[in-house]
C-alpha cells in the first residue's frame, strides 16, 4: 500500500510584529475587544520586500532541513494562496527556482483558509497514483495586502506567514486502512451559494483592481462551527476511528471561539487543540500548516500520532484529513 508520509515541517513569519495596542491607536478598538471576541494578540506583518513567495521559499526551506530532504529531490510543489505574487505564473514556480528544485510540476491552489487542506489532497493523490515521489506542499498568505485598514472588523484578524510540509511516498506494507503511517483519508467540500459572506472586492476580470476583503462575520461564524464539526466527524466515519482516538487537531486559526465551539461538539479536550491564533491571528491557507509545525517544534506531535486537520474559508470551501505520523 502506497501512502504519502509527512517528512517534514516549516513555517516563515515576517519579523514585523504589530500588537492590539499597535492597532488601537489608528482604530476604533481595543486591546481587551479585539482579545474577548477573537483571541488575537498580535499578528506578524510582511514588510517591504517580503512576499508571499518569499515567505512560502523560507517555510519550504525549513520544511526541508527537518526532513533532511534536497530541494533536486523534490518533483511537485503545490502552494495554496489567495495572495499570489501575481496573477500568474503561480507563484509555486517562483518558489521552484528560488529553491533551485528543477523543471518538477509546480502550481498554485485557490481555496482561501482551506486552501492547505485541498493542496494536500491534491498532492497526496499525485503521489498514491505515482505522478510524483515527493512534494512540497505550503500555504503562504500576505493578506495585509488585501485589508482595508479603515475596516476595524477585518482590518484587526488577519496576519501574513506561510508554513509547509514535505510529504513522500512510501510503501507501507500490508496495514489495515486506519493503521500505518501517512495520510489516512480527506474529505472537502465547497458551497458557492455563500459567496457574499466572506469574499475580495475585486478581480482582474471584474474590476481589474486586487480589491479588499469584506466578511460577514456571525454569518460566517455560524457556518464555520456547523460545517466543521460535520466533515471533522465524516473523516473519523470514513476511517473508522473513535474521536477519542485523536491525539492532536490542527485547526484553521480564525477565531478561538470557533476553536472552542467546535470542539466541544466533537467533545475533544482543549489539550488536544493546536491553537497560533493569539500570535499568528488569521493567515487563511498559511495556519494550518504554520500550527502543525509549531505543534510539530514543540514535540506535541510523535510518531504513530493520530492528527486531525481541518479548515473553512471564503467560498465556501472546508475540509478536512486524517494522517497517522
Known sequence: MIRSIVRGAGSALPPRVVTNRELAERLDTSDEWIVERTGIRQRHIAGEGETTATLATDAARAALADAGIEAGDIDLIVLATATPDNTFPATATKVQVALGCGPCAAFDVAAVCSGFLYAMSTADAMLVSGQAKRALVIGAETFSRILDWEDRTTAVLFGDGAGAIVLEAQDVGDVGHNEGPGILTSQLHADGKHHDLLYVDGGPSTTQTVGHLRMKGREVFRHAVVNLAQVLNDVVAKADIAVDQIDLVVP??????????????????????????????????????????????????????????????????????????
Not at 277 to 288: C, L, Q
Not at 307 to 319: D, K, Y
Request: charged share 20%; proline share 5%.
Open 252 to 325: 484553521h486559526q480564525a477565531n478561538i471561539r470557533i476553536l472552542e465551539a467546535t470542539a466541544k461538539k466533537l467533545g475533544l479536550p482543549p489539550e488536544k487543540l493546536v491553537v497560533t491564533v493569539d500570535r499568528h491571528a488569521n493567515t487563511s491557507a498559511a495556519s494550518v500548516p504554520l500550527a502543525f509545525a509549531a505543534a510539530r517544534a514543540d514535540g506535541r506531535v510523535k510518531p504513530g500520532d493520530l492528527v486531525l486537520f481541518e479548515a473553512m474559508g471564503g467560498g465556501f470551501t472546508w475540509g478536512a484529513s486524517l494522517v497517522r505520523m
